[in-house]
């Protein structure tokens, strides 16, 4: 089994710069992919898949961990012309069938270039699941938090975690506080796992993601910490706004992925 990161470049906005990693898992008899980028990358994953070897009708599946724009953004693309599955959580599904539904519910600059089109969800995946794809074996973590629903996928001892864990020096975004911790506990207690590949950076060893994870549960705990601090039941811009200025965050102000991570940590 090979694995081949590939990255792909995006902007939010011409400002911001950013870039997503999708996983091509190459066996002997097929292709996985993990993730899919932005619409538009769809000859940049074409390329790095013929480059090793393979035809792109080779790409059985496509593995979505979770329903954001960068991650389902050639979902379709493979589904109709190669007639690749595409396998995700219930709890995902709604926003990638309904990219309409999605903007309206969590709208980011330049969503619908980012996103492309709905795609139909061909397999419903969820915690513990094993599935087997032309000989790869595939087991099903959840690591909801980032997401309502993400999803982890290892095979053998490769785990790929999407955005399941937060990053130092970079927006801290999830959508639920307990389930973020519980998704960093169960990654860091993942016992049969040596290789960790996410959708934000390079391939970490075992102990070096616990570095990582370690980070992230800091970041949690920080935001956590800062909000209830600073909550005195206000409106939940102006406690954006506290916590921004606590935090030395302010670019994040106007942010609206990061306001929502401020809801999630608020007290009911």
Not at 173 to 187: G, H, P, Q
Request: hydrophobic share 40%; aromatic share 8%.
């Amino acid at each position: 089994m090979n694995i081949r990161q590939i990255k792909i470049d995006f902007n939010v906005t011409p400002d911001i710069k950013r870039y997503v990693y999708v996983y091509a898992v190459e066996s002997d008899k097929a292709v996985i992919l993990i993730d899919s980028g932005v619409s538009g990358c769809e000859s940049i994953i074409e390329k790095a898949v013929e480059e090793d070897g393979y035809n792109s009708v080779d790409i059985k599946a496509v593995l979505l961990t979770h329903a954001h724009p960068d991650h389902i953004g050639t979902a379709a693309y493979f589904s109709e012309k190669y007639g690749a599955k595409i396998y995700a959580s219930a709890g995902e599904r709604p926003w990638i069938e309904d990219i309409d539904l999605q903007f309206s519910q969590r709208p980011i600059p330049n969503f619908y270039a980012l996103a492309g089109k709905s795609a139909r969800v061909d397999i419903i995946v969820k915690d513990s699941d094993t599935a087997e794809i032309d000989g790869i074996k595939i087991k099903v973590i959840g690591t909801s938090g980032h997401s309502a629903d993400e999803v982890s996928y290892q095979i053998d001892n490769a785990v790929f975690v999407g955005d399941a864990i937060p990053v130092k020096g970079d927006i801290p975004i999830f959508v639920n506080l307990e389930s973020t911790k519980k998704s960093l506990d169960r990654l860091e207690s993942l016992i049969d796992a040596d290789f960790f590949y996410p959708a934000w950076d390079r391939t970490y060893q075992g102990e070096e993601i616990k570095i990582k994870i370690a980070e992230g549960k800091e970041i949690v705990n920080i935001i956590e910490k800062t909000v209830n601090e600073n909550d005195k039941g206000q409106d939940n811009k102006a406690l954006v706004d506290s916590v921004c200025e606590r935090l030395n965050m302010l670019f994040l102000k106007t942010n609206p992925l990061f306001a929502r991570t401020v809801e999630a940590c608020r007290k009911e």
